[in-house]
Structure formats: structure tokens, C-alpha cells
């Protein structure tokens, strides 16, 4: 609990950081896809909004088998970057908040782990977001990284994180996640 204002102080100052400028041009259809459409332009919590945004995706791609799960998240993942990426150029700001395709990626790792249910699906959301706020190594080290691939994969990695708690509950829990 004593770390709680430090957690705190993180998110403000990290808001305060990711702010974008407003541009001159609207957006291109990279900088929609790195927001996730309107996900990523919600005023409130946009990487919330953007995690939300996943959970359909995740549902349509739950019956797929693993091997062609793998190559969906690959070449997913690979969008990403290029998306985050090339928005990250529009906002001027490498990890600006609207950019959310981060969280989308995130989460599909994190629910790639498990069975599709609801109660999967809304924990998997919680423990990503948690995960995801928190940023355990090495999300932390690649949250550093102001590019593209650096703020995909400190997602990615939180979603790995994610996934294992969410796994060990599905073990532990079958019924719950």
C-alpha cells in the first residue's frame, strides 16, 4: 500500500508525457488502426477503452488452432509495430495515448493461453490491465524503448505476464477463468 502514491505519480506524469499535439492533418488509416478505430480517441482511459476494444477480436479468433493462432499473433504483432510506429510519427510522441493497437496485441497474448469465456475474458482484462499499468520486467525495460516495437512489446510482455496468471487460474479455478 505504501507504493501506491509512487504507482500514482507514475500514471500522472506518464498521462502528461504521452500527450500528443494536436495535428495538422487528420489521421491517416494507420494512425486509425494504431487507435483502434474510436478506441483509442476516447477521452477517458483510452488504453482501458483500447483493451476493451480486443475482446471482440479475441472472441472471433478463439477457435482457431494453435499453430494458425501463432501465425495470426505473429502477423498481428508485426501490423502493430508498423501501426504504432507510423502513428507514433503522427502524434510526434512515440507512445501517445491514442495509440492503443499495444493493448489490443496485449490482450490476445494474454487470452491465447486459455478457452474463450466471458469469465476467461473479464479476467484476462483485469489481470492485463493490472499487468500492463504495473509493467513487471521486462515490459519495463521495453516501455523505455521509444519506438514502434518498444511500445507494442511492453504490452506484449505484460501480456505474457498476464496470460500465466490467467493460466494458473484456469488451473486452479476451472469454473471461474
Known amino acids: 500500500?505504501?507504493?501506491?502514491?509512487?504507482?500514482?505519480?507514475?500514471?500522472?506524469r506518464d498521462r502528461d508525457r504521452k500527450r500528443a499535439p494536436r495535428?495538422?492533418?487528420p489521421?491517416?488509416?494507420?494512425?486509425?488502426?494504431?487507435?483502434?478505430?474510436?478506441?483509442?480517441?476516447?477521452?477517458?482511459?483510452?488504453g482501458t477503452v483500447g483493451t476493451a476494444g480486443a475482446v471482440p477480436?479475441?472472441?472471433?479468433?478463439?477457435g482457431l488452432a494453435p499453430l494458425p493462432l501463432a501465425a495470426f499473433l505473429?502477423?498481428?504483432?508485426?501490423?502493430?509495430?508498423a501501426a504504432a510506429a507510423r502513428a507514433s510519427r503522427y502524434w510526434q510522441v512515440a507512445d501517445a495515448s491514442p495509440i492503443v493497437i499495444d493493448e489490443v496485441i496485449g490482450y490476445l497474448?494474454?487470452?491465447?493461453?486459455?478457452?474463450?469465456s466471458w469469465p476467461a475474458a473479464l479476467a484476462g482484462f483485469v489481470l492485463f490491465r493490472a499487468a500492463d499499468i504495473l509493467k513487471p520486467w521486462?515490459?519495463?525495460?521495453?516501455?523505455?524503448?521509444?519506438?514502434?516495437?518498444?511500445?507494442?512489446?511492453?504490452d506484449v510482455a505484460a501480456g505474457v505476464w498476464a496470460g500465466a496468471a490467467l493460466?494458473?487460474?484456469?488451473?486452479?479455478?476451472?469454473g471461474v477463468a
Open 27 to 46: 489521421p491517416d488509416a494507420w494512425t486509425v488502426l494504431a487507435a483502434w478505430g474510436p478506441c483509442g480517441f476516447s477521452p477517458f482511459a483510452p
Open 167 to 174: 493460466w494458473l487460474l484456469h488451473r486452479l479455478l476451472p
Open 138 to 154: 521486462p515490459a519495463s525495460a521495453f516501455d523505455r524503448m521509444k519506438s514502434g516495437f518498444g511500445v507494442v512489446m511492453d
Open 57 to 62: 477480436l479475441a472472441w472471433a479468433i478463439a
Open 74 to 81: 505473429a502477423a498481428f504483432l508485426a501490423l502493430s509495430i
Open 109 to 116: 497474448v494474454t487470452m491465447a493461453v486459455v478457452p474463450f
Open 1 to 12: 500500500m505504501a507504493r501506491l502514491p509512487t504507482i500514482l505519480a507514475r500514471l500522472v
Open 23 to 25: 495535428p495538422a492533418a
